[in-house]
């Protein structure tokens, strides 16, 4: 019944390695989004779709890469990890693209070592 | 200036005070606001939409002064449970921006 799920939960990889993060929801809404939440707290929008379009696409390594197969999944990509890419990152999802209530996954907890 | 900017705290308020805190924010057209809380190592979830003429959910009162560009949230009768990180965040041009969180800690 989870409405918006992500996995893996935890990854500790190495500086180099290549992961991706999955997200699902059941909500049916049309919009999902990639957040970033560092050490200090601050949540960061990454990427937003609507309806599997890109809309929303902030000031990210192009080593980000989203993908979104159908407007219930979008999946993160990255590639040649760094330290600085330690952080959690938060999949969500909403109805509209003003927002409204977003619902956010669990939480995938990314540690780069 | 930040565009949404919160006193991060910590608030650390005995049970059963009542607190309150403000977030300021930028952009004078900004469309909507909303109070999310996030707990430790959890997810946020939304708490409550402010709306123009304020409005009340419990414990909990928000309320939007558009002169002054900020948004409150007032807790009454504090609980343990209300120990988390309270995020606000505002729609402006369609996107959501979010603050960087005040953190309430409840003391018995």
């Known amino acids: 019944d989870t409405a918006v799920s992500q996995t893996p939960k935890y990854l500790v990889t190495q500086m180099g390695n290549d992961k991706s993060i999955k997200c699902e929801q059941n909500?049916?809404?049309?919009?999902m989004y990639w957040y970033k939440q560092d050490s200090k707290k601050f949540l960061k929008i990454m990427f937003s779709y609507n309806n599997k379009e890109l809309i929303i696409n902030e000031t990210v390594p192009n080593r980000f890469s989203p993908k979104s197969p159908d407007k219930a999944h979008l999946n993160l990509h990255i590639n040649s990890l760094e330290l600085g890419d330690s952080a959690v990152y938060f999949c969500?999802?909403?109805?509209?693209?003003?927002?409204?209530?977003?619902?956010f996954g669990e939480g995938s907890w990314l540690t780069v070592v | 200036r930040k565009e949404v900017e919160q006193d991060p705290g910590p608030f650390n308020v005995p049970e059963g005070a009542t607190v309150a805190f403000n977030c300021t924010y930028s952009?004078?057209?900004?469309?909507?606001f909303f109070w999310y809380r996030q707990d430790c190592r959890k997810e946020p979830k939304l708490l409550m939409s402010v709306y123009s003429s304020g409005n009340e959910d419990g414990r909990f009162t928000a309320q939007l002064n558009r002169a002054s560009q900020y948004i409150s949230l007032l807790i009454r009768d504090s609980k343990l449970s209300d120990s988390a990180t309270y995020l606000c965040?505002?729609?402006?041009?369609?996107?959501?921006?979010w603050g960087a969180g005040t953190k309430l800690i409840i003391k018995p």
């Open positions: 969500a999802s909403s109805t509209g693209r003003s927002g409204n209530t977003i619902y």
């Open positions: 965040v505002v729609n402006s041009n369609y996107q959501l921006i």
């Open positions: 909500l049916g809404h049309d919009t």
């Open positions: 952009n004078s057209a900004s469309q909507s």
